[in-house]
Antibody, heavy 115, light 108 residues
Framework: EVQLVESGGGLVQPGGSLRLSCAASGFTFSSYWMHWVRQAPGKGLVWVSRINSDGSSTSYADSVKGRFTISRDNAKNTLYLQMNSLRAEDTAVYYC????????WGQGTLVTVSS | SYELTQPPSVSVSPGQTARITCSADALPKQYAYWYQQKPGQAPVLVIYKDSERPSGIPERFSGSSSGTTVTLTISGVQAEDEADYYCQSADSSGTYQVFGGGTKLTVL
């Protein structure tokens, strides 16, 4: 069974940094592209970033380009999202997702950017 | 930026058919996927590659594609189908992923 467990969310001040992790199990992590998607309170899903299976290629939504960095450690079966220069509008539940036949999702971790 | 357009809401009575559309210029070139999301839960895939249904998803869920529009159809809607539904696809280059704004399905 595919399992994705996000962690690292919390309360951070504007301008601060946070690193999210997504621990994967139940599948061969190194074979799959992975994504981060966020959902602000009461709003829709917004794609944030993706990384290919070996970590050599990444892409980002314009809203986070230059501030967020996606990475992965295939030896640890873990996906990361380094978030810098955080803004109030980055407040959201952040989901990691496996790109297979459609996407499989974790349960999400809440990031709150507030002073 | 590339956008997928969905109606904000659809309402149907139990047993009726609900149709939720999703439109964008690149849809003839890129597959569309549909996700169901209930309050406080993660999204769940209900249709992939425009019209394929994952195992475990009831047969009343189906998908179709015509030109720049894809449609999620739920036949014989049940109360448990009340949820937000999102279409998802990619831009024409396949580089950027995008979600529609979501459609709230209300079962009257």
């Amino acid at each position: 069974e595919v399992q994705l467990v996000e962690s690292g969310g919390g309360l951070v001040q504007p301008g601060g940094s946070l690193r999210l992790s997504c621990a994967a199990s139940g599948f061969t992590f190194s074979s799959y592209w992975m994504h981060w998607v966020r959902q602000a309170p009461g709003k829709g899903l917004v794609w944030v970033s993706r990384i290919n299976s070996d970590g050599s290629s990444t892409s980002y939504a314009d809203s986070v380009k230059g501030r967020f960095t996606i990475s992965r450690d295939n030896a640890k079966n873990t996906l990361y999202l380094q978030m810098n220069s955080l803004r109030a509008e980055d407040t959201a539940v952040y989901y990691c997702a496996r790109d297979g036949v459609g996407w499989d999702w974790g349960q999400g971790t809440l990031v709150t950017v507030s002073s | 930026s590339y956008e997928l357009t969905q109606p904000p809401s659809v309402s149907v009575s139990p047993g009726q058919t609900a149709r939720i559309t999703c439109s964008a210029d690149a849809l003839p070139k890129q597959y569309a996927y549909w996700y169901q999301q209930k309050p406080g839960q993660a999204p769940v895939l209900v249709i992939y590659k425009d019209s394929e249904r994952p195992s475990g998803i009831p047969e009343r869920f189906s998908g179709s594609s015509s030109g720049t529009t894809v449609t999620l159809t739920i036949s014989g809607v049940q109360a448990e189908d009340e949820a937000d539904y999102y279409c998802q696809s990619a831009d024409s280059s396949g580089t950027y992923q995008v979600f529609g704004g979501g459609t709230k399905l209300t079962v009257l």
